[in-house]
């Protein structure tokens, strides 16, 4: 079993960054697929961005591509994801997660969740 616990979010404005980190515990997720969702009120959890478990493959939503960036440091057990340019649709709790094997854009394969951070961006 992994504990996921998310920490960097905040109330920041229109143009600001943030970095969100994943820390994980119970057992190395250097095996897992990590990856970044986001839920924004009476919407859908919706896919951000996703790195293999070396890190090597990243994969991201067309909706941030070129303003956030998923990475991890196995060796601190800990994935991030770095917000650039954030905009008020941007404004939802995000949540790391992790699956063994390949990653993928659907949230009911993922087994390991955080318990999310929120993300407020003011216009």
């Known amino acids: 079993q992994v504990q996921l616990v998310e920490s960097g979010g905040g109330l920041v404005q229109a143009g600001d960054s943030l970095r969100l980190s994943c820390a994980a515990s119970?057992?190395?997720?250097?095996?897992?697929?990590m990856c970044w969702f986001r839920q924004a009120p009476g919407k859908e959890r919706e896919f951000l961005a996703a790195?293999?478990?070396?890190?090597?493959?990243?994969r991201y939503a067309d909706s941030i591509k070129g303003r956030f960036t998923i990475s991890r440091d196995n060796a601190k057990n800990t994935v991030f994801l770095q917000m650039n340019s954030l905009k008020s649709e941007d404004t939802a709790v995000y949540y790391c997660?992790?699956?063994?094997?390949?990653?993928?854009?659907?949230?009911?394969?993922?087994?390991?969740w955080g318990q999310g951070t929120q993300v407020t961006v003011s216009a």
């Open positions: 997660a992790g699956r063994l094997g390949y990653s993928n854009t659907v949230p009911a394969t993922y087994n390991e």
């Open positions: 119970g057992r190395t997720i250097a095996n897992y697929s």
């Open positions: 790195i293999s478990g070396r890190g090597v493959t990243t």
